[in-house]
């Protein structure tokens, strides 16, 4: 009897092959699912009997002959009227409507089968249901009809699929291929999947342990488990293994700790849905700060899309992703107790990340804080080693100060830290309200002026007249000077910008080019704002200084100053903005005016 799909078959195919999956491979998949579902459905008829999928791979007479694949499972089967119902109705599943739990089963939407047609023009299949006395051949053709007959009962239940690969991508699926493809889609299957080629002995592919779930002796006898699973799962040796699970248990799995890690890595973990694999690049089912872990769950509760190579992004999948990243931090903070050596070293290779999770969950913060290290002018440090060196914790955000104080410090013997990044920065933040007594300090180049000496009274009259030819130069960029004794006296000058300063710098912009409401802004700031912005700190200890102490002639001198200040400025970090660009200029034409005068 010949039919008709219920359906522009040409249209789903396009469809199918286009826009739904990803690659034509995924025929297997498909194939492989709908034999386990099958299964599924008669063990829960019957727990006894022995599952079994297996998969033929059949070689053409000659090279001009086409392959043939066949799957063959021994589950449930398919009455006649469920043939005619479910396999030819988009949306339609037999699994709807047998009675029996369809929770347990991996597909959802009845159009597994029509994958095939993005390899073939025509599907065979056999099936015998376990509640007839008969058995059905049933053939759908890439043209949209389809036609079935009765045949004498089978030896036992179960359904056969036949697929002749087309000739344009039959060399795309050898059976090597085929064989590559039933491991990595159902290696962690439950049901045994079997494989054979030109009726040679089968064998077995998915005899791989699962170890997710599993109970184990001790932490070493987990640990070794657990990563040789790894190194199967991603062939990549890690440093530590975590098992994780949500709280009802529905998602479970084991998150390996990487030996290294880059910030920009995109996230990479194996996802199985209810053991079949949906995906090995799943970045969305940890949180973003896991990008240290490689890890493999399977799970029972996520939605698939209609493709099953991803989940929805619902309430389901963020509820998950918190309960998994808790997960993972509850064992390390476990580890604080059981295995502080192996928290140590995963901490050493993976600080970011770490602290990343403190800064949001203050009871971890407190468990991982003594292993944190940060940058500090003395090399990475601990807290526990940055209070032993000095009771307060002096601190800076801004990078070109940090650069500044840097070379001073040394010699002052003071011990900076440095939170130029956001993370540290925001962990500083915690840290100090977590501890209300220790004492913190923020400091700038101009805290280090006090910390400088002082001149004698011989040694200010002594440069008198430069710091009055430097004041009249300095105020023209807006800045103040002032003189000290400092260390180490290869550094003539340091320069302090205050904020209003740097963000005048920053702001340097061609007003006519500005919008017209922050161009209003703009030249209120400018109009508005002090008229010292910045201060030059002069070392009397640097031989320049003091040769420069000595000049008499004030126009020359004014330079050298001037010249002193774009040092100090450039070597802040900061770029010269347009007025002090045209002052330096102006100041190298005086120098040569001054050289041809002589």
């Known amino acids: 009897m010949q039919q008709n799909f219920q359906v522009d078959l040409e249209g789903i195919i396009d469809l199918l092959s286009n826009h739904l999956y990803s690659s034509d491979q995924v025929f297997v998949r498909e194939l492989l699912q709908n034999g386990v579902d099958a299964i599924t459905a008669r063990r829960q008829m019957d727990d006894d009997f022995l599952p079994r ?41 037999i699994k709807r409507q047998k009675s029996v739990d369809r929770s347990s089963f991996i597909g959802q939407f009845g159009i597994g089968l029509l994958s095939c047609f993005m390899v073939t023009k025509r599907i065979v299949m056999i099936t015998q249901s376990v509640d007839t006395d008969y058995s059905l051949k049933w053939t759908g053709e890439a ?31 050898p059976a090597s291929k085929i064989k590559e493809l039933l491991q990595y889609y159902g290696g962690l299957l439950a049901v045994p999947i079997y494989f054979s080629e030109d009726g040679n002995a089968s064998e077995r592919l998915n005899f791989q342990l699962n170890p997710m779930g599993q109970k184990f002796e001790d932490f070493e006898e987990e640990q070794k488990v657990l990563l040789d699973f790894g190194t199967e799962q991603f062939a990549e040796n890690f440093l530590a293994a975590i098992p994780v699970r949500t709280a009802g248990g529905r998602t479970q799995g084991v998150a ?17 849905l209810k053991q079949m694999l949906v995906a090995d690049d799943i970045d969305n089912i940890l949180p973003k700060w896991a990008f240290f872990i490689k890890a493999v769950f399977n799970t029972t509760s996520l939605q698939p899309t209609a493709s099953r190579e991803r989940f929805y992004q619902n309430e389901d999948l963020e509820k998950t992703r918190r309960q998994l990243g808790r997960a993972i931090r509850n064992q390390l903070m476990k580890w604080h107790r059981s295995q502080p050596i192996l928290l140590k070293r995963v901490i050493e290779a993976h600080e970011r990340s770490i602290k990343e999770m403190a800064e949001q969950d203050e009871a971890f913060l407190k468990i991982v804080l003594p292993y944190l290290t940060f940058p500090t002018t003395k090399g990475q440090l601990t807290l526990a080693e940055i209070r032993k060196h000095d009771a307060v914790i002096r601190y800076v955000y801004e990078l070109e100060e940090y650069q500044q104080i840097r070379s001073l410090v040394g010699a002052q013997d003071l011990l900076i830290v440095k939170t130029r990044y956001g993370n540290d920065r925001n962990l500083f933040n915690e840290i100090k309200e977590l501890y209300p007594d220790w004492e913190f300090r923020a400091v700038d ?65 061609d007003s006519d080019n500005l919008p017209e409401l922050w161009n209003q802004l703009y030249e209120r700031f400018n109009t508005t704002s002090v008229s010292v912005l910045s201060r030059l700190c002069f070392n009397f200890n640097n031989p320049t200084i003091q040769r420069l102490s000595r000049l008499d002639d004030p126009k020359l001198l004014a330079l050298y100053i001037r010249f002193l200040y ?33």
């Open 566 to 598: 774009f040092q100090a400025i450039l070597l802040g970090n900061y770029a010269l903005n347009k007025d002090e660009l045209q002052l330096f200029g102006q100041g190298i034409l005086a120098m040569i005016d001054l050289h041809e005068e002589k």
């Open 445 to 509: 180049v101009q805290e280090l002026f006090h910390q400088f000496e002082e001149l004698n009274a011989e040694e200010c009259e002594a440069f008198e007249f430069f710091l009055d030819v430097a004041a009249d130069e300095l105020i023209k960029l807006k800045c103040d000077g002032m003189i000290r004794k400092f260390d180490p006296d290869h550094i003539p000058t340091v320069c302090y910008l205050s904020p209003e300063a740097r963000w005048d710098r920053s702001s340097d912009l």
């Open 256 to 272: 390996f700790i990487k030996r290294n890690a880059h910030l920009v890595q995109q996230q990479s973990n194996k996802v199985y």
């Open 53 to 93: 999928v297996e998969v033929s791979y059949i070689h053409g007479d000659d090279e001009a002959a086409d392959n043939q694949v066949v799957f063959e499972d021994n589950g449930v089967g398919l009455t006649e009227e469920e043939v005619h119902d479910f396999l030819t109705k988009i949306g339609s599943s």
């Open 143 to 173: 043209n949209g009809t389809y036609h079935y007959e009765l045949q004498a009962k089978r030896s036992s239940p179960g359904t056969s699929v036949y697929v002749v690969l087309n000739e344009e991508v039959k060399f795309d699926f």
